[in-house]
C-alpha cells in the first residue's frame, strides 16, 4: 500500500505514518487475528479524522466542508464486516 504523503503538519504526520503502519501489518497478520486489527484501524481513522477536522476547521481550510465529506466516504468501520465476510459475493 503505498504511503500518505507526507504535509508537513507534525499531528497528521503522525497520524498518516501510524495508520500507514497498521494498512502495512495487514499483510503478516494471521486471518484470527484480523478482526481485532480492522478494529484499530477504524478506530485510529476515527480519532484521526476527528484531530484533522479540528485542526483544519481552526487553520480555516478554505474546502474544508468537501474534506469533511470525504471522510464520511472513507469510514472504514462501514466496510469491515464485508471485508471479514470474504468480500462481494458473486
Known sequence: MPSAPRLGVPLMDRDHAAIDLLFDAAATTADSELPALLDMIAAE??????????????????????????????????????????????
Open 45 to 90: 481513522l476515527h480519532d484521526h479524522f476527528a484531530r484533522e477536522e479540528a485542526a483544519m476547521t481552526e487553520a480555516r481550510v478554505p474546502f474544508l466542508l468537501h474534506h469533511f465529506e470525504l471522510h464520511t466516504q472513507l469510514d472504514f468501520a462501514h466496510f469491515r464486516a464485508p471485508i471479514l465476510d470474504g468480500g462481494p459475493k458473486d
